[in-house]
């Protein structure tokens, strides 16, 4: 479904993006805070520019500019993604996430080159990680063909999109495909980036809650190909 440095999707045209897209800049421009704005990019490590608005308060502004707006279809969500990706102001892409978050299930395993670029444009933890779990996920869980463009992420030179793959499991619990998350999980063992040593320990510890003896008896075995950060996090909350 995804093709190595593929052009970004074309924007869909979109009625529902239009209203949403003005709605939004009006009510999040009014509520810019230039002072926090500062702090806020710093936080984030100057990965983009902020506008300055807390998540409390720009939840509440996203009920306000959803407020009677009817569900959206695949051309809806592609259409506010990739427009929001494009505006100034990471609060824009927050909305987004929380949008894609709120409705993807109305999108096909077609979705999924948008997810790519969201995931590979302005990256960040801060948005890659919910994309992961919640959206690319979700689309992956839906369509189990899917699959094999993790296959590929997982060894891809974009550290995201091998973060993205070893995170899209994250909410499954029982349903988790054990073998292919502790396949990937070797296959990046020795990956020099933090954001992936951790998120194989974030991914080892999250299925630790389901069946913490499968982690246990991988890490035994395996302990010894994985960085001491990746296997603190993995067994955090069961103990060596």
Known sequence: MTVPGAAPPNVPRSALA??????LTRVYTAAADPARAGSMRAYMKDVAP???IPTPARRTLSRTVLAGTPRPDE???TAIALRCWALPGREYQYFAVDYLRRHVDRCSSGFLP???HLVTAVPWWDTVDLLAAHVVGRLVAA??????????WITDRDLWL??????????RKEHTDTDRLFTYCLLQSGHPDFFVRKAIGWALREYAKTDPEAVRAFL???RGRFAPLTVREALKNIGA
């Open 50 to 52: 902020f506008l300055g």
């Open 75 to 77: 051309a809806d969500c």
């Open 143 to 152: 369509d189990p063909k899917l699959t094999a463009d993790m296959d590929a």
């Open 220 to 222: 035994a075995r395996e």
């Open 162 to 171: 091998v973060r993205t793959a070893l995170l899209h499991q994250l909410p």
């Open 18 to 23: 239009d209203t949403l897209l003005q709605r």
């Open 114 to 116: 948008v997810a790519r």
